[in-house]
């Protein structure tokens, strides 16, 4: 499609192992970039962050962000690889998308990654809990 | 107790929290009041205020944030109360078995005096339930 | 400036679920709102990960009540991207029907608590009403009220024999006519239209900046619309239109909601047609799913439901991520709250439907020297509703 091939050829030197399937195009960028390739899709092609997603492997944290291009249904799938799993940092993305806030502060909840230059960030879901719930997603060898 | 408990069952008045369920009971009880099953005259009446309240209704797994909330609730009501518990979630914790956010006893929150099982029971059968409890009372 | 607070919630009176809203108001504006949430967090991310797909299926379903068929089908629609997996032509149209006749409840249900909270409740009671024989065609359709277990990957779960269709257009037919009779006397009534237009604003540019979804977005201007965006399930085999309107007040979400139940009776009335001319099996059976990773959405009541779900080709996923509308819509009312009147905050809270209507009563009104006085949101939202009735009827 010509969006992808378009933002290929703006961005390609940032975008590493690449995986292209129907209306879906993942792939790795390296942390300095995320905030930029953010600015890109969602100011200038106008996609929407339809959400991010953080899983704990065995290699590191992965933070997949999804945006969606809403006239053609493409999704763009930026990956963010964190080796170091003991004090996961990452740029935050929220000064560019006010839509960020809430899904990077349920990340710091569960899983315990830090943004920086995030404007709030506290718990989202076990803010004031009573109990010892501690970043329940992650492995518990780690924690 | 009884003469009390006879008046009480000419119209109970019913009080309605959540504890974490995921709403699909809490719209039934709604549904309740509303005119396919109009549940109003049989004198039931959904109140704004526990301190008005003679029946607790309550659904959900109870996570761990909620319970000293509902804790807190059931001890300002004026005794005596009933609580009814709607929902598979409060009797066995459905599919949510395994969270780790879930209250494992709940009847340590508060006593539970009657459970509808039914992931949502019908409304039928939840009139059934208040019918039963009306019996009960008297006697 | 003296800035008071005032909290709501985590409990309500009426209404389903517990949260927490902190308005700070000053006079009678509303400058700024906080919210805490996590009464309701039972952690189905982490659940699902011990469950096998199937049984992940019924886990998502239990997500939320209302729409509990939007989870299923966003979630088997996941699973069905990981391989490409293609399902019958009919089981499609049963898919459609399910999920545009919950559209048709939610779309009522929400007119009803609308007409509540603004003190009209005769709309409330009636939408309601004509709401039963939506949930009797699902009963017909699963053998039950709610939570239907209709969907399966490579297809549904039930096929629909041709006595059921016959009793589904009686009812169909019936629903249609109420509601004409129902949107008539939401859309035209002055009081209605007097209180809740311009109440709430959400602007354009706003409800891209919050990356809202669904009729919050599509009432300011924004036409996403999964159904039409990347058509699954019979989408690209029916006919109907985009709602999209202007003004991003409460008015104008309303106006949204009736009309997209228009739409959804249509969809359902061309799904019902083909129902009883397309034959064949319903559901394909998969055996394997491969490992990789798949994205799954479907056009909620509410708006985008997303779902992500990572095999590593054993039966349960590694991950499966959950995003539902409610999730980007809530914080939108940062910008459509500030700078309106009390009176005018529990319906813009409740616009864009959101999963939760604890916004119903405020418990106390906290002053700056802690000095605590009483004041009920509800009756403030209705004392306005009324006065405005009283003005136009001194007309
Ligand atoms: S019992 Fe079923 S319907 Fe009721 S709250 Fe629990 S999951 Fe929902």
Redesign the interface.
Same mark, same amino acid.
């Given at each position: 499609m010509a969006e992808v091939e378009q933002f290929i050829r703006d961005m390609g030197a940032k975008i590493h192992a690449k995986i292209e399937?129907?209306?879906?195009l993942?792939f790795n960028v390296s942390n300095d970039d995320i905030q930029e390739i953010a600015e890109y899709l969602f100011k200038k092609m106008g996609c929407? +962050?339809?959400?991010a997603?953080a899983?704990e492997m065995y290699h590191g944290i992965e933070i +997949?962000y999804?945006f969606?291009l809403?006239?053609?249904?493409q999704?763009f799938?930026p990956r963010v690889v964190i080796k170091d799993k003991k004090n996961p940092k990452v740029n935050s993305i929220a000064s560019i998308?006010?839509?960020?806030?809430?899904i990077e502060r349920e990340m710091f909840d569960?899983w315990g990654i830090e943004f920086i230059g995030h404007p709030r960030m506290e718990? +989202?879901?076990?803010?004031?809990?009573?109990?010892t719930?501690k970043h329940?997603?992650r492995f518990k060898e780690a924690a | 107790m009884g003469w009390y408990n006879k008046r009480l069952a000419k119209s109970l008045w019913v009080f309605h929290i959540s504890g974490s369920p995921c709403n699909n009971c809490d719209i039934e009880i709604l549904d309740l009041l509303t005119p396919r099953y109009d549940v109003e005259r049989l004198g039931i009446k959904l109140v704004g205020s526990i301190r008005h309240a003679d029946v607790l209704l309550v659904t959900g797994i109870f996570n761990?944030?909620i319970?000293?909330k509902i804790k807190k609730i059931y001890e300002q009501a004026p005794k005596p109360i009933f609580v009814v518990a709607v929902g598979t979630c409060v009797s066995s914790g459905c599919c949510f078995k395994e969270s780790?956010?879930r209250v494992e006893k709940r009847e340590e929150v508060i006593p539970i005096d009657m459970y509808i099982p039914g992931c949502p029971p019908k409304p039928e059968s939840m009139i059934e339930a208040v019918v039963k409890l009306v019996g009960v009372l008297n006697g | 400036m003296k800035a008071n607070k005032i909290p709501i919630g985590p409990f309500h009176p009426l209404l389903e679920e517990a949260e927490y809203f902190e308005l700070t108001v000053d006079g009678e504006t509303v400058v700024d709102i906080d919210m805490?949430?996590?009464w309701m967090?039972r952690?189905h $991310?982490?659940i699902s990960e011990m469950k096998t797909f199937t049984q992940s299926i019924y886990l998502v379903e239990r997500i939320c009540g209302i729409c509990s068929t939007s989870h299923p089908i966003a979630c088997v629609h996941a699973i069905e991207?990981i391989d490409?997996i293609e399902i019958p032509v009919r089981a499609r149209y049963i898919r459609t029907l399910v999920g545009e006749l919950e559209r048709i409840h939610s779309h009522l249900l929400w007119l009803g608590l609308a007409g509540h909270f603004i003190g009209y409740d005769t709309l409330w009671m009636w939408a309601w009403k004509y709401r039963e024989p939506v949930l009797e065609m699902f009963e017909i359709i699963s053998g039950n009220r709610n939570h239907y277990g209709m969907m399966r990957v490579g297809g549904v779960a039930q096929d629909l024999d041709s006595a059921k269709v016959v009793e589904l257009y009686k009812h169909l037919d019936m629903i249609e006519k109420k509601m004409v009779m129902i949107s008539k006397a939401a859309k035209d009534d002055p009081v209605l239209k007097s209180r809740l237009k311009g109440v709430g604003v959400l602007s354009h540019e706003d409800a891209?900046?919050?990356?809202?979804?669904g009729p919050t977005s599509r009432a300011s201007g924004v036409?996403?619309d999964v159904r039409l965006?990347?058509p699954t399930d019979a989408y690209d085999l029916v006919d109907f239109n985009r709602i999209v309107l202007q003004n991003g007040d409460v008015y104008d979400k309303l106006v949204v909601r009736v009309l997209e139940t228009f739409e959804s009776i249509k969809i359902v009335r061309q799904c019902l047609d083909k129902l009883t001319t397309v034959t064949g099996p319903v559901l394909n059976n998969v055996k394997e799913i491969s490992p990789g $990773?798949g994205?799954g959405?479907y056009e909620a009541p509410r708006g985008?439901v997303?779902h992500?779900i990572?095999s590593d080709g054993t039966n349960r996923p590694?991950?499966h991520?959950v995003?539902a509308p409610s999730?980007?819509n809530?914080?939108s009312f940062k910008a459509s709250c500030k700078g309106i009147p009390i009176a005018d905050a529990l319906i813009t809270l409740a616009s864009v439907d959101p999963c939760y209507c604890c916004t119903e009563r405020s418990l106390k009104i906290i002053d700056k020297n802690h000095d605590p006085c009483s004041f009920d949101l509800l009756k403030a939202s209705r004392e306005k509703t009324e006065r405005i009735r009283r003005e136009i009827n001194a007309d």
């Open positions: 399937k129907k209306r879906r993942y929407r +962050l339809s959400t997603t899983m +997949l999804h969606s809403d006239k053609t249904g999704y799938c998308i006010e839509g960020a806030v809430w569960l718990e +989202l879901l076990t803010i004031n809990h009573p109990g719930v329940p997603l | 761990q944030k319970a000293p780790y956010n | 805490e949430i996590g967090h952690g $991310e982490y991207d490409n891209i900046a919050y990356c809202t979804v036409p996403g965006d990347e $990773e994205i959405r985008e997303f992500y990572r590694i991950r991520k995003r999730y980007v809530i914080p």
